[in-house]
């Protein structure tokens, strides 16, 4: 589904976006950001990487039982990841950490 992949430099990569989507590419990408941020698979909108190569994702708030945020030095910055191509290979990168994984089931396109 996806490897990982430490032979590859981000600039040698183009900015891409998915030639096309389907529920079922949504849910490759949202298990690979998971895996990314040693999550859980998170949940993304439709037309990811279709518009832009690179998304916004906010980390969940803890909360107490009556919604108020809990300590402040417990909320985390939003992680942001980036689609790439290089060699007509698809790419995911989350750019806070650099890590990469190869997103073989995608097509991709450049930006």
């Not at 430099?9 to 950001?33: D, F, G, V």
């Not at 916004?56 to 809990?70: A, E, G």
């Not at 939003?78 to 073989?104: P, V």
């Amino acid at each position: 589904m996806f490897t990982n992949c430490k032979t590859i430099q981000a600039h040698e990569s183009r900015p891409a976006l998915l030639e096309y989507s389907s529920p079922e590419i949504r849910s490759i990408l949202e298990q690979a950001i998971g895996s990314l941020i040693n999550s859980h698979p998170i949940k993304l909108a439709d037309n990811v990487f279709t518009q832009n190569s690179t998304i916004i994702v906010d980390r969940s708030q803890h909360s107490n039982n009556q919604r108020i945020l809990l300590d402040g030095r417990d909320i985390k910055p939003a992680d942001t990841f980036s689609l790439l191509i290089k060699n007509g290979q698809c790419y995911l990168q989350h750019n806070q950490s650099g890590h990469i994984k190869m997103m073989s089931l995608l097509n991709c396109k450049p930006q």
